[in-house]
Nanobody, 124 residues
Framework: QVQLVESGGGLVQAGGSLRLSCAAS????????MGWFRQAPGKEREFVAT????????SFADSVKGRFTMSRDNAKNTVYLQMNRLKPEDTAVYYC?????????????????WGQGTQVTVSS
């Protein structure tokens, strides 16, 4: 089993940056693809970013491409989401997720484990 805990959210002004972390427990962390998703009030949960099991392949939603980066440190059982040039529309609860598959995936149905989320608020 895998347990995930997000941290690093907060309130920032438009144009600012935040770095989210997701700490995972479980001996099989290195075999999992990882993803970041977000959900704004009244909106569906949407894909943000994903990386494959070894971090060599990443994909991003069009809305964040060029502004966000994702990385993982399997030795530390941690994945990161670096968010730059934040916009008010980035405001959401951000969730870390782990897949039982090794390949990166954008479909939330392919993720078996989810963290509790961390709030990101961007003021204009």
């Amino acid at each position: 089993q895998v347990q995930l805990v997000e941290s690093g959210g907060g309130l920032v002004q438009a144009g600012g940056s935040l770095r989210l972390s997701c700490a995972a427990s479980g001996r099989t962390f290195s075999s999992h693809a990882m993803g970041w998703f977000r959900q704004a009030p009244g909106k569906e949960r949407e894909f943000v970013a994903t990386t494959n099991w070894n971090g060599r392949s990443t994909s991003f939603a069009d809305s964040v491409k060029g502004r966000f980066t994702m990385s993982r440190d399997n030795a530390k059982n941690t994945v990161y989401l670096q968010m730059n040039r934040l916009k008010p529309e980035d405001t959401a609860v951000y969730y870390c997720a782990a897949s039982t598959l090794g390949r990166a995936a954008q479909n939330p149905d392919e993720y078996a484990y989810w963290g509790q989320g961390t709030q990101v608020t961007v003021s204009s």
